[in-house]
């Protein structure tokens, strides 16, 4: 076993619990509604909410999770600074990709019904395929749906040529997974190029591109570039994860007129986000090095 996963795995549940507690809201759809509500009052920030949980392999979990995400679209009504984030791992694609396609309309619907935007989350490369798929047949037929590109994987630039004849909202990010050398580049600076220059893609291919990172200069670099090309406050936004600390350049970028979302992750048990945090710092270890710099500085 990797020695990482395995310090991760022993890591005790109160522990990643403690490291957790900044990034996720709390316990139960409400916490994350409460969140939402307070940091779009207290500074205009809108939210993406998302529920924490390990992959879903049973039926009757896969069910569970898609109510709790009915119960999402229901209750953010009449929220418009806050939207939704699902990954297929959690809502079915491990029963086959028409059952969890199935299980995506339902949620997409019942949101667009009230309004509100649903994000499909990219995880690792194996999944990149089968997300876009579910991606387009979802963007066929709803206007409130859009999804993740990674700019550390190679394939991401024919993603964006062949997205959709429509325009999408698509989240670009760096990406959390690491991948392999031969279908991944490597190295952040590389990662980082890469994003700023899909956003210009994705622009050019009449899409939205909601930049996701929490990178500063890149993020100067990117409000330099939409500034001189003249692009409206709403044909982009900026997104960051809850609990990183980046006030400062939040704060301007509310102020200048744009969106600037944070992804909000909740949990039904606490066990599923220690689990998830788990995964999460076995599948990126600087994770813990940027919560420890993040609370006791450089
Ligand atoms: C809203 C949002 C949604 C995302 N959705 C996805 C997704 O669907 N699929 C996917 O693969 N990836 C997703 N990511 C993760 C993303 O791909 C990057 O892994 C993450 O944002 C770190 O990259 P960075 O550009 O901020 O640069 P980095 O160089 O990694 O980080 C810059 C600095 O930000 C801080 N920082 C970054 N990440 C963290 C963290 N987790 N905890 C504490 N501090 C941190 C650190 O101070 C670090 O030095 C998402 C990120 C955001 C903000």
């Not at 959690?90 to 029963?95: K, N």
């Not at 999944?127 to 749906?145: C, G, I, P, Q």
């Amino acid at each position: 076993m990797d020695i990482k996963r395995a310090i991760v795995d022993l890591a005790p549940g109160p522990v990643v619990r403690a490291f957790a507690a900044p990034y996720v809201a709390g316990k139960g759809i409400e916490s994350g509604i409460r969140k939402a509500d307070e940091i779009w009052k207290a500074n205009g920030l809108s939210s993406t909410l998302d529920l924490l949980g390990e992959e879903v392999f049973r039926r009757e979990d896969v069910e569970a999770t898609v109510a709790t995400y009915f119960g999402m679209a229901d209750q953010v009504r009449q929220r418009p600074y806050v939207s939704i984030s699902c990954k297929p791992t959690q809502l079915g694609i491990h029963e086959s990709e028409a059952y969890c396609l199935e299980n995506m309309r339902q949620i997409v619907g019942r949101a667009a019904a009230q309004g509100t935007r649903v994000t499909v989350d990219m995880e690792d490369h194996t999944f990149t395929d089968v997300t876009l798929r579910l991606y387009k047949a979802l963007r066929d037929e709803f206007d409130n749906v859009g999804t993740v590109l990674q700019s550390r994987l190679f394939r991401t630039k024919a993603d964006i040529e062949t997205l959709h004849a429509k325009p999408c909202r698509v989240r670009i990010c760096i990406g959390i997974y690491r991948e392999p050398k031969a279908i991944a580049h490597q190295d952040k600076p590389a990662m980082k190029d890469k994003l700023f220059d899909y956003v210009q893609l994705l622009l050019d291919k009449g899409h939205v591109p909601e930049i996701a990172t929490h990178d500063e200069p890149l993020i100067e670099r990117c409000l330099e570039y939409l500034d001189k090309r003249g692009c409206p406050n709403d044909a982009y936004e900026f997104q960051m994860l809850l609990g990183v600390p980046r006030q400062q350049v939040q704060r301007r970028i509310v102020e200048r007129g744009l969106v600037m979302r944070l992804y909000v992750p909740f949990a039904e048990e606490w066990k599923y986000a220690v689990a998830y945090c788990k995964r999460r710092l076995a599948a990126n270890p600087m994770m813990g090095a940027y919560v420890m710099k993040n609370l006791f500085g450089h």
